[in-house]
């Protein structure tokens, strides 16, 4: 994985005595930093100046969170004949963007700040969290912070991970899941996290991160951490996703699967999920300029009725049958979920179909409480 | 009425013949060399050059245009001698193509394709930062002032000749081709001709491309090797079809080859369809790109006898297998 050293840091005045501000500055003792009252001028700026999102991404803003930290995963929003099943997830989002340069990554096409931002006050985060949390103790939470960034990418200069850790270890009805495509784990193998968080990667395979996920970790160094998260006690998750259908990917992924439940022993995994490929028309355009040998908008992708491109339904069918016989195979018992999916093609892949996305939800969590 | 005239120090007509004009040198020109000269010529031919040509004093021994490279090509194919001229002073290269930009504002809407020379040659010839560029040039030449734009017209700047001539002629979408760039010449020329064939509008234009350019990427080949396989080229040539049906053709050969297990589960589902033997006036649908679980039947009559019918006969062939093989379909 190619580490994130940024050219300038941005500095909200609000945050500059925060902890978060301060370990992050340890960390980068030669970066310039640039203290700014608002992040609206450098939005104003980005505008104007509309830099490439590989340039902006040079230029790491610490922030204060105004909105809420603390939300219900939007996949849980859509509803009717468009929606999908969703596993009834909360998101923390204490960072936004990712220098990692996945060429599928859909915050290209979603992010309207170009530059990399961490929320620093976590104050506020904690605050948030304990309320909602308390406020629902017949409620089971599954929350991540892998939705607008990657979980781990920054914990090196962060290390917002460990008191995410901490906290959820004290929680009865909630866990935490750091999901990742880095090899950063440093930060985590001593804490206390009395099996409340789980470390999740996603995965592709080696041909598809080489070619697609730029700057990420190798799958190899990948399932490495995965073992001494094992080692360390930690219950552990795979995410097949994005999921490609290429001319090879049937060999591929049984490989992978193969190398990944070989590798990592099956009473650890809390899950595994699966999604194929699927993007707004917007980031396909974005791809093709940013990533032109990307194979991905070359993929039988029609437009579904999440208003998303997705691979045509028996395609994507056939994949998830695949994917789960292999699991089936070499990790017998797992649990597997699909994720952001249409009712009937879980009843196809799975044979039902949950009732609820809380029952989904609630089963994932039980596994690990 | 009493005219006051006072004569400007620098400035002063010349009759220059057209010899001592270097032809070749187009520093300050903005426009293509290639843009035709339409009714300039029988204006000349008519009335004479009626607004000299601005020159400056070079370097080299011959004067160089500054403004006026259409009339001088207009001038040269009429065979005139000798035209009026005003000749200037040599100034740093950047001030008089600074001047002539902003005449050029001044008198006349910029084309597309001019703003994009100005603005490349202001940063490749002339050196301006992208900064000075975006901030004092883009919003002069009425262009949003953002890199996007930017870099934009200087990709515009650097298509080949016969793309911005099809752009100029408005047949081709700048989008389109910018996109078309990425093709070698041969494949430009083609897709440029195809356009002008069947009169494609700008959706035309990017759904033509964009199943071609899918199509040759994901077979590594050239646009005339999908051309021909996916049978595009035999709907082309029938004579028997009216341009709209080939076009129709074309897209339809296109998409079965770009989306195969979606063509395939279409013609099953049509075959299916037709199977039922439904009454006519009744249709069943599937959702959109077989998207959904619900399989829709609309029926309309114009008497309650007539429904009751429609409904009997709908019946006997919704008892078919047929329609369990569809609904396997989603």
Request: glycine fraction near 4%; charge should be negative.
């Amino acid at each position: 994985m190619k580490d994130y050293q940024p050219e300038i840091i941005y500095l909200e005045a609000s945050v500059r005595y925060a902890p978060v501000t301060k370990r992050v500055l340890d960390s980068l003792p030669s970066a310039p930093v640039e203290m700014i009252d608002s992040s609206m001028t450098l939005l104003g700026n980005a505008k104007e100046w509309n830099p490439s999102r590989s340039r902006a991404k040079r230029s790491l803003l610490l922030a204060e969170q105004k909105g809420d930290f603390f939300k219900a995963c939007p996949g849980q929003q859509s509803k009717g004949e468009t929606s999908n099943v969703c596993c009834n997830y909360y998101v923390i989002n204490f960072a936004s963007n990712c220098h990692m340069e996945c060429s599928y990554c859909y915050l290209q096409a979603y992010l309207n700040f170009p530059h990399m931002v961490v929320y620093a006050n976590s104050d506020k985060l904690f605050e948030e969290l304990e309320n909602a949390i308390a406020d629902h103790p017949e409620q089971y939470f599954r929350v991540g912070t892998g939705e607008l960034a990657d979980s781990l990418a920054l914990d090196a200069l962060t290390a917002y991970s460990r008191p995410l850790v901490e906290f959820f270890a004290e929680q009865s009805n909630a866990i935490l899941e750091l999901k990742t495509k880095t090899d950063c784990i440093e930060n985590l193998l001593d804490l206390n996290h009395r099996g409340h968080t789980v470390i999740a990667w996603s995965l592709n395979p080696s041909f598809i991160q080489k070619t697609e996920e730029h700057k990420t970790a190798s799958i190899d160094e990948r399932l490495m951490a995965a073992r001494l998260c094992v080692e360390a006690g930690y219950p552990v998750a795979f995410h097949f996703d994005p999921i490609i259908h290429y001319s090879n990917w049937k060999e591929d992924y049984r490989d992978l699967i193969k190398d990944t439940l070989t590798e990592i022993p099956s009473e650890s995994i809390a899950w595994i999920s699966l999604g194929a490929l699927r993007m707004p028309d917007t980031l396909k355009r974005v791809i093709r300029k940013r990533f032109p040998s990307s194979i991905l908008p070359l993929g039988e992708l029609v437009p579904a009725s999440d208003g998303k491109l997705r691979y045509f339904k028996p395609i994507r069918t056939e994949i998830y049958h695949f994917m789960r016989s292999c699991i089936e195979e070499w990790g017998p018992g797992v649990p597997v979920y699909a994720c952001m999916e249409r009712p009937e093609v879980w009843s196809k892949v799975f044979g039902r179909c949950y009732p609820s996305e809380r029952e989904l939800g609630n089963s994932l969590v039980q596994v690990v409480l | 009425m009493k005219v006051l005239m006072r004569k400007h120090p620098a400035l002063s007509f010349s009759l220059v013949n057209t010899h001592e004009i270097d032809s070749e040198d187009r520093t300050y020109a903005i426009t293509p060399e290639w843009h035709p000269l339409g009714s300039l010529l029988t204006s000349i031919q008519a009335v004479g050059l009626l607004v000299p040509l601005w020159l400056e004093q070079s370097q080299r021994s011959q004067l160089r245009i500054i403004s006026g490279f259409r009339r001088f090509k207009a001038v040269q194919e009429l065979g005139i001698e000798e035209v009026p001229c005003v000749v200037v002073p040599q100034r740093p290269p950047i001030e008089t193509f600074v001047k002539v930009l902003w005449e050029n504002i001044g008198s006349r809407e910029l084309s597309e394709l001019e703003k994009a020379a100005a603005v490349h040659k202001l940063k490749v010839r002339f050196g301006l930062s992208e900064s000075e560029l975006i901030t004092q040039f883009l919003p002069v030449l009425g262009v949003a002032a953002n890199r996007h734009h930017l870099e934009q017209y200087l990709d515009i700047a650097q298509l080949p000749e016969s793309v911005q001539q099809a752009m100029a002629t408005g047949e081709l979408h700048t989008d389109v081709a910018l996109a078309l760039s990425e093709w070698r010449t041969g494949e430009q020329d083609f897709f440029i001709q195809l356009v002008s064939t069947y009169q494609m509008g700008r959706n035309k234009q990017r759904e033509l491309f964009e199943f071609l350019g899918e199509l040759r990427a994901l077979n590594g080949c050239e646009v005339f090797s999908v051309w021909d396989r996916s049978g595009a080229k035999a709907i082309h040539e029938d004579q028997r079809l009216s341009p709209q049906d080939q076009l129709a053709g074309i897209k339809s050969a296109l998409r079965s080859l770009r989306y195969p297990r979606l063509s395939e589960h279409e013609k099953r589902f049509q075959k299916l369809r037709k199977s039922l033997k439904l009454p006519s006036g009744v249709k069943l649908d599937v959702p959109r790109y077989f998207e959904g679980s619900q399989i829709e039947i609309k029926m309309g009559a114009d008497s309650p006898a007539k429904l009751r019918e429609m409904v009997r006969l709908s019946d006997r062939s919704l008892d078919r297998k047929e329609l369990d093989q569809i609904f396997e379909l989603l």
